[in-house]
């Protein structure tokens, strides 16, 4: 098991409140799901499970075909199409945008679509000002930290956490109240919902033959984000797709009630293209941005595509032994829980994180509330399978081996790697390319022989984490 | 080659899929429809939406909505959409109510600015307590989203059960309009301590006045 996990693991668990934390809403979540899945009130739940798992499958397995149905329809409505290979194409898309229309203020609805590809980052290191507002990510965003849970991104703060970080960075009085808090952000964000040139939204499902955008929610924030901005750019992943607006029927009486045990969420918002003619409102642009972003790849192996189905209702991660004692932030990605655990590895490459598909008992307790069926144990041992093989071929005999673990452990440990990148960055080429040579402490066996079949990255001539403590300051 | 042409190529190549082959058959979407009697519709929408915390009128006559809405917005500022029904029962003409905006930043100032926002709503779903809007020029966007209070009037014929007989009557709701947002109860959020906090973003008062 990798060493970042580990640290992260043991913090944790020697952090009483933040156990009762998460155990408390992680608990309340489940026997909301609870009620709401009952056979009393929803005699057909697994007819729909079932419903929700062939079209998933079907959609998945004919994907270039609803890619291109999705596209035209768009189109026919007047709204526009860009393709993205990754997480810079979508922020190059994003960027070209706002520099035509002159725009320098983004407001942004919960999407871990563009969490995963770190875009508020980007659009800010180009001098773009983007806002997330969802509460809760609005106040790891303040916090620069990423979300704890796929649908509770600040389920490890407590109400004074908040009070501190507004009292920081929105000048406040130290207001502990939760429901002033909540006050203050919403007079905070209402003025940059109405001065936002660009409203940015993610995708819960995109719809084939409606070329639309379907949104859950329960704050408005997607709305007014779709609503109120002349522009309006949703960015999905490619494996949002589902072929016919009538899907919707069986998708969101499972969405809500498996991730908040809502029969329906306040809002859901079925978008379509920019204001028609003769509206009063509404937005003038409508884009759609489809994300590759590793998602192609994970289409090759027909039995691991099924990870692609997850509709991000946050079941797994309430129901997973694991993560409840865990929690979010010792995930090596900001996909947690037992999808984190099978999609970090097929993304980045077993190799990566090797400890994390072991992170489970295998208890089965995700794949019995996946509301679209997801095999995830059965995924999980392949992938331990798959990081066995790869063991075999990268570590050639055990003392390698344990030169492989150092390797590990500096890459694992942010300061540091920080410092050994920095060494290699001095040493090696810099900018675009690659290292073919590495420092010498690096400079063993299995790292020699993992980089003549793959080259790694050259460090940038600033790091991430550099730029981002210079943003913050 | 385009991101676009490399994305598709990946996609097939790696489904095993020759370009443009047509998929065979999806599942048949489910749609069941239930059936349920109008005074039966009427009070599960009427419940539904209490429970949620939405306060709710069951009014006998137009005049007795109306009445309602104006006890409301009694010395309030209120904007009404374009809705030929609110207009026609008398909604628009009670005092403090702004209405028959056609340009944006007019409508989107007194919506910033009014305390209430009265609608009416294509659809109401009975099974979750929802109102289905259809933006158009008869129903802005903003008047059922910035105002706190969200008043919505409803003709009870408009009353579905559910999610499957609305996606029947409208299997294509694109070609019908831009947007159709579908509003069930109060805004809200437990972000903080799972604490629930109603109006965050949206209006945190809702009323429902079904009109029989
Ligand atoms: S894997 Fe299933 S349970 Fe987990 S978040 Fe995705 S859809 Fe929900």
Known sequence: MSTTFDRKIDATLSDPRLQNAIYKATGRLMSHRKIAVDSDVLPEFEELRTQAN?????????????????????????????????????????????????????????????????????????????????????????????????????????????ANVFEKKLGVENETEIENQTMIARRVLRDKFLRADIGISGANFLIADSGAVAL?????????????????????????????????????????????????????????????????????????????SGRTKLLADPDKRQSLYCIRCGACLNHCPVYRKIGGHSFPWVYSGPIGAIITPQFHGVESEPGLPFASSLCGA?????PVKIDIPKILLELRADVKASEKRHAVNEAERAVFRTF???????????????????????????????????NVGPVRAWLSQRDLPAPAEKSFREMWKERGR | MTAREAILRDVRRNLGRAEGATPPPPPEPRIRIPEVSREDRIARMLERVSALAGKTLHARSAGDAVEYVAARTAGQTAVASNAPFLRQIGVTELPGVQSGFTDERNLREACASAEIGITSADYALADTGTLVMMASPAEARLVSLLPPVHMAIVPAERILTGLDELFSLHPLPASETSSMVLITGPSRTADIEQILVRGVHGPGEIHVVVVD
């Not at chain 1, 810099?430 to 010498?440: A, N």
Request: glycine share 8%.
């Open chain 1, 54 to 162: 062939a079209v998933k499958r079907h959609t998945i397995e004919n994907l270039d075909w609803y890619l291109e149905q999705f596209e035209r329809n768009v189109l026919a409505h007047g709204g526009h199409v860009h393709w993205a290979r990754t997480g810079t194409d979508v922020a190059d898309v994003i960027l070209g945008l706002a520099k035509s229309r002159n725009a320098s203020l983004i407001v942004k609805s919960k999407s871990m679509t563009t969490e995963e590809i770190d875009l508020n980052e980007r659009l800010e290191h180009h001098g773009l000002e983007s806002v997330e507002t969802d509460l809760g990510e609005y106040i790891i965003q303040l916090k620069h930290e990423r979300p704890y849970h796929i649908v509770a991104p600040a389920l490890h703060l407590t109400r004074y956490d908040v």
């Open chain 1, 216 to 292: 859950v929610e329960n704050e408005g924030n997607a709305r007014l984000t779709t609503s109120a901005p002349k522009v309006h750019i949703a960015v999905a992943g490619i494996e949002k797709l589902i072929p016919r607006a009538q899907d919707l029927a069986t998708f969101l009486k499972l969405l809500g009630r498996s991730g908040t045990g809502q029969p329906l969420t306040v809002y859901t918002s079925f978008l379509s293209g920019p204001r028609r003619e003769d509206e009063v409102d509404g937005p003038e642009e409508f884009h759609v941005i489809l994300l590759d």
């Open chain 1, 366 to 370: 995700c794949a019995e509330v996946c």
């Open chain 1, 408 to 442: 590990a452990y500096v890459a694992s440990r942010p300061k540091l790697w920080q410092r050994a990148t920095k060494l290699a960055a001095r040493l090696g080429p810099r900018g675009q390319g690659y290292l073919k040579k590495v420092p010498g402490f690096m």
